[in-house]
């Protein structure tokens, strides 16, 4: 089978457009036909600094979704056809293309009403906001503190909501009206004064996160989602905070087969909610698959959320 594909030709410089022979799926894999790709801020971090060493011709791309066309050795035929949406390796050839090969095991099934646009836009955002929310113990009626309001903690704020959390979020940006979409019961314009959370969750970096950490109650968590926070800020046996940090891609090499099942499981559930519009999400900016570099642009520079549509 022939592939239209976006290849890595070196860090910082512009992929290359080409075409690829692809074979048989490999056993517990499938080939996905790409109706839509989702771009995330880790695609052209990746493509500008290439801190795993791509080689040249590798096609970059974690997040995609289209229709199911080929299925390898150990893989039910009945996924044949099916409508799915993936967050794939870095380490592996990705989703820039209009047929990638994916783990069988690692799809989510989108429901009908969910356009592929929409679902390409998802899983990567969808899937940290769920694992973020999975390292804290429900409290209901807690306060917990949001920061760094992009895709994914706008996701993540509305789960905790849902799970009885009072969500406060700090944001220059956010309006009321769309905490009261989301469920936000307060907006902070800088750091709250007079008031401590049961937990806080960071999407601005590891420094930021550790100046927010004194806001916390005694036992307290703190999830950092973009670089964990490496020196505890407190003494031992003192305030006791727990620390936890979130790598969404390292699940691709370290994760198990049970571990997977269960996140795809999580995941279809969150994506019922966005067919039934209980869930809100932002709808992206679509670039046509020639104009994917474009795509990767538009994301670094407007930081907001683009998916390139595959004819």
């Known amino acids: ?26 056993a517990g894999r499938i080939v996905v036909r790409n109706y839509a790709i989702g771009i995330n801020p880790v695609d052209w971090k990746f493509i500008d600094d290439n801190p795993r060493d791509w080689e040249k011709g590798h096609i970059p791309g974690v997040d995609g979704a289209g229709v199911v066309v080929a299925v390898g050795e150990g893989v039910d035929n009945s996924l044949l056809g099916k409508r799915v949406a993936f967050h794939h390796s870095l380490g592996e050839n990705g989703s820039f293309a209009d047929h990638s090969e994916v783990y069988a095991s690692r799809v989510m099934l989108v429901p009908e009403s969910v356009d592929f646009a929409l679902a390409a836009a998802l899983p990567c955002p969808m899937l940290t906001a769920w694992q973020a929310f999975s390292k804290v113990p429900v409290r209901e009626g807690a306060d917990v503190l949001v920061s760094g309001m992009g895709a994914v903690n706008k996701l993540l704020a509305q789960i905790l909501s849902q799970a009885g959390f009072n969500v406060h979020v700090i944001s220059g940006s956010f309006s009321q009206e769309q905490a009261d979409e989301m469920g936000v019961k307060a907006i902070h314009r800088g750091k709250p004064e007079g008031q401590t959370f049961y937990a806080l969750f960071d999407a601005n970096g590891p420094d930021y996160a550790a100046s927010l950490v004194l806001l916390l109650e005694a036992n307290g968590h703190v999830v950092s989602i973009l670089g964990r926070i490496e020196v505890p800020v ?9 620390y936890h940090e979130i790598a969404l891609g390292a699940l691709h090499d370290y994760g198990d087969l049970p571990q997977w099942q269960r996140l795809v499981k999580d995941g279809e559930a969150l994506l019922e909610q966005v067919a039934e519009h209980s869930l809100v999400v932002e709808i992206p900016t679509l670039f046509e698959f020639d104009n994917l570099n474009k795509a990767l642009t538009f994301s670094k520079e407007e930081k907001r959320k683009a998916v390139v549509t595959v004819s």
């Open 1 to 26: 089978m022939q592939a239209n594909v976006w290849q890595f030709e070196q860090a910082s410089a512009a992929l290359i457009r080409n075409e690829r022979e692809f074979s048989k799926p490999e």
């Open 234 to 242: 407190d003494a031992p046996f003192t305030r006791t905070i727990s």
